[in-house]
């Protein structure tokens, strides 16, 4: 018993939530509306990774003297 192939862009419905598979894909790689989203989607995760980093940094220097200059021996 042969597998079903399939043709370009007739993925199986387990599929269509990846970017660029299937026809309603939000965040699809092939029409520009759907790029635009996942820059922005990627910009934001970038943006809310600095904030974090920034706070933890600084919470980090404001309760530790690790920052404090030391002999080196």
């Keep these: ?3 079903r192939k ?3 862009n007739e993925y199986p419905i ?3 939530w990846l970017p660029g598979f299937g026809e309603p894909a939000l965040f699809s790689l ?3 509306f759907g ?3 996942g820059i922005l989607l990627v910009w934001y995760v970038i943006y809310l ?3 974090g980093v920034t706070i933890y ?3 980090k220097l404001a309760f530790t003297r690790s920052h404090e200059w030391h002999m080196p021996i």
């Design 30 to 32: 092939y029409s520009a």
């Design 35 to 37: 790029a635009m989203w």
């Design 49 to 51: 990774v600095n904030i």
């Design 14 to 16: 387990v599929f269509m």
């Design 1 to 3: 018993m042969q597998r």
């Design 57 to 59: 940094y600084n919470h």
């Design 6 to 8: 399939y043709k370009f």
